[in-house]
């Protein structure tokens, strides 16, 4: 059975990291992206297309279902109501490895460049999961670590 999946980006401020996030998750089947905050759009504040997204997403965001909402709060309310469990991709002392999910329906939360997932989206999390890192760099970049994260938790 396969699994169904979305993500919601929590204040990502860069738009080559969204455009290629959104690249990512079609390749991974995501069914919907969710937007939040000071995260970039595929469109401009006019509704017009902007061409640094589509120049890095290649297209996915018009295949793509994806929504802005400035509250991850209901967002994340309203998937928990749908029976999504809701999974943290960040570095954090209650965060597990990261490994694939006993879920039909997940949705991933991946958070700011800088200051990570928000506090209240850790705070609704089923599951704060992080990549272990093997290196002496701490992180990866926000869309890197998304695409490690679809392919275990999609398996």
């Known amino acids: 059975m396969s699994k169904t999946c ?3 980006l929590d204040n990502i401020r860069s738009v080559e990291n969204t455009g290629s996030i959104f690249r990512t998750a079609e390749g991974f089947g995501v ?8 995260t970039p759009t595929p469109l401009d504040r006019f509704g017009r297309k902007r061409s ?9 965001e018009e295949i793509l279902d994806w929504k802005y909402a400035e509250d991850i709060k209901e967002v994340l309310e309203e998937l928990m109501s749908q029976g999504f469990k809701i999974i943290s991709l ?3 002392p209650k965060a597990n ?27 609704l999390s089923h599951n ?6 093997m290196g002496e760099k701490e992180s990866l970049n926000v869309s890197v670590a998304t695409g490690i994260a679809l392919f275990e938790l999609l398996k």
């Open 31 to 38: 069914k919907k992206l969710y937007l939040i905050g000071t």
């Open 52 to 60: 640094d997204f589509a120049k890095v997403s290649l297209g996915a």
């Open 128 to 133: 704060i999961v992080e990549i272990e890192m």
């Open 90 to 92: 960040e570095q954090h």
């Open 97 to 123: 490895k990261l490994k694939s999910q006993e879920a039909d329906k997940l949705c991933l939360v991946v958070g700011n460049e800088v200051k990570g997932v928000s506090k209240e989206a850790l705070e």
């Open 6 to 8: 979305v993500l919601v």
